[in-house]
């Protein structure tokens, strides 16, 4: 089990908690975890990485274990913490003025 | 009984204005989508109660909710805007080739035909169709893919399509206007498109009288006569008698010709309204006066309408979708402002209140005339 954070405006969309919890198979990676995550909240599609080119779209951070991730490759292993579960995958709207 | 509702769309969330035949008592819902700025709200005229949204944030990229029951709850539907094969360049601000990339849509154009059918007006510009309800979108590539694409380019609030027209007398016809590039028809349902901008002079472009460049900011139509149009310029109010094959000036006795926002009178098709806006460079009305401008003669002859619009110390701007028209015996009138006032007239725009003062800017606005 996997737990995504996510900010106030994608909760709304979701129409979820500030938290949810997702299964990913395999290898945990930002790829997989977001994969997941849109598969299971599918209007999130778009909202953090583009559908097109999938990257992360650029006022998006990726936050974990106190690290951020944000410019890692998205194939990369996430800590083991968020593997486990025991600490959240944070996806973070990028602080910005007005 | 008749009532209205009024959609506005403003930096930080929807609204959505109520009111009965008299429109002098209203009723506020809002912030839908708080926080978050909504581009356009467009309701079908198939039924009132199916409406859409455009939501878009710089963080969070572009959302499209639908409401089936006239707004008081939404779902999201398809954001997947692709642009169909290689989407090329246009041209960048300082002319150099720039790639095609979606960033929002500027207006949703419910189809007059089919319930589930809408359009979308995107930047960079494009023209969309969901036969579905907005549960997917494609694009009609043939618009962008005519021959002048790669000259298009953006104007200084990007290279956005905002106005659709759907011609009420011919299914097959739609105008389209693209800022900075012109206005465009197809006649054949948005498969082929010509661009129908002879006539514009546009000073701000190498060559002036260039079959594409100019900045439209808006054009409209009165649906019992869908082969005149209206249209603000950048700068210059203009009018077609032959669906855009010409195009004449009109702006006559306007103190400036430089404004966003155009719109025809619902029963009256020679009677128009614009909002001068002192000139390019300063986006706000003549020595802080505002005052909307109604022709009752095809333009030329303007007169200024003030009565109940500040007329001291005021500086917004109307952008170019926030001004809107109801269908009521005597023709109600709305506009906002980026001061986040939307005003209302229920005597075809002879006297003016004001429905909310302190709203966030406003960028559209829409009526509904419900029966």
Partial sequence: MIRVRLPTHLRRLAGSGAEVTIEVSGPVTQRSVLDALEARYPMLRGTIRDQVTQQRRPFVRFFACQEDLSHDSPDALLPDAVAAGTEPFLVVGAIAGG | ?371
Avoid at chain 2, 2 to 31: H, I, M, N, Q, Y
Avoid at chain 2, 87 to 96: E, F
Avoid at chain 2, 268 to 293: C, F, Q, R
Wanted: charged share 20%; glycine share 10%.
């Fill in chain 2, 1 to 371: 009984m008749t009532s209205v509702r009024v959609l506005v769309g403003t930096r930080k969330g929807a609204f959505v204005l109520t009111s009965d035949g008299k429109r002098d008592k209203w009723e506020v819902s809002g912030p839908h989508f708080p926080g978050l700025e909504i581009f356009h709200m467009k309701g079908s005229p198939l039924n009132p109660d199916r409406l859409y949204a455009s939501q878009c944030s710089d963080w969070f990229g572009q959302v499209v909710h639908r409401s089936d029951d006239g707004g008081k709850t939404w779902s999201p539907v398809s954001n997947e805007f692709l642009y169909e094969g290689i989407p090329g360049t246009h041209q960048w601000y300082d002319g150099t080739p720039h790639p095609w990339d979606f960033r929002r849509v500027w207006h949703f154009e419910p189809s007059l035909t089919d319930v589930d059918t809408v359009y979308a007006g995107v930047e960079d510009a494009a023209l969309f169709r969901s036969t579905d309800g907005g549960m997917s979108w494609t694009e009609l590539a043939g618009l962008r893919q005519h021959g002048t694409g790669p000259n298009w380019q953006p104007g200084a609030g990007g290279m956005c399509l905002h106005t659709i027209l759907l011609d009420p007398s011919n299914p097959a016809r739609i105008y389209i206007a693209i800022s900075a590039a012109g206005a465009f028809r197809s006649d054949d349902a948005g498969a082929s498109w010509l661009p129908i901008n002879r006539g514009l002079k546009s000073e701000y472009i190498p060559d002036p009288d260039a079959e594409v460049g100019h900045c439209v900011h808006h054009v409209a139509l009165h649906p019992a006569r869908p082969n005149v149009l209206f249209m603000q310029k950048h700068w210059d109010v203009m009018r077609s008698d032959n669906a855009g094959d010409s195009w004449y000036e009109i702006s006559g006795n306007l103190p400036t010709d430089f404004g966003f926002v155009v719109d025809v009178h619902a029963h009256e098709p020679d009677t128009v309204y614009v909002v001068p806006i002192k000139s390019d460079s300063e986006h706000y009305p003549l020595d802080g006066k505002l005052a909307v401008y109604r022709s009752r003669t095809g333009g030329n002859e303007w007169e200024a309408l003030t009565k109940g619009l500040p007329q001291r110390d005021c500086y917004v701007n109307v952008l170019r979708d926030a001004m809107a028209i109801d269908k009521l015996d005597s023709c109600g009138v709305y506009f906002g402002t980026t001061g986040g006032q939307v005003y209302a007239s229920a005597d075809a725009g002879d006297n003016w209140s004001a429905v909310v003062h302190d709203l966030p800017a406003v960028l559209s606005v829409e009526v509904q005339t419900l029966s």
